[in-house]
């Protein structure tokens, strides 16, 4: 069964900074297809997109209130997704989910997904709190 684990949610002041870690079971090879994200749910707000990078390549997405300070990366001999989190905000606080777009067999996903419902696999979250 594939698993998306999520870890290095916590509470920190505004300002700080946090490093969110994903690891993946899919294999090294599967994993380095796939494109990856990072989203977000605050109580009574819809998921959203925080940050999603495709498989080859460096490209990558930042929702508007992130840019420039949250930064997505893969390591896919580690099959490890990572969102460094820095000037943390407040409005930061949410639910994060670490997410996975799979593409079929021997293909590359290589076109930016920003919609929840493109992800099939999803970690079970881990949550960021930031205080005024």
């Known amino acids: 069964q594939v698993q998306l684990v999520e870890s290095g949610g916590g509470s920190v002041q505004a300002g700080g900074s946090l490093r969110l870690s994903c690891a993946a079971s899919?294999?090294?090879?599967?994993?380095?297809?796939?494109?990856l994200g990072w989203f977000r749910q605050a109580p009574g707000k819809q998921r959203e997109a925080v940050a999603t990078?495709?498989?080859?390549?460096?490209?990558?997405y930042y929702t508007d209130s992130v840019q420039g300070r949250f930064t997505i990366s893969r390591d896919n001999a580690k099959n490890t997704l990572v969102l460094q989190m820095n000037s943390l905000k407040p409005d930061d606080t949410a639910m994060y989910y670490c997410a996975a777009r799979s593409v079929f067999v021997g293909s590359y996903c290589d076109s930016v997904a920003l919609s929840a419902d493109e992800y099939g696999y999803w970690g079970q979250g881990t949550q960021v709190t930031v205080s005024s």
């Open positions: 990078i495709i498989a080859r390549g460096s490209h990558t």
């Open positions: 899919f294999s090294p090879t599967t994993f380095s297809r796939y494109c």
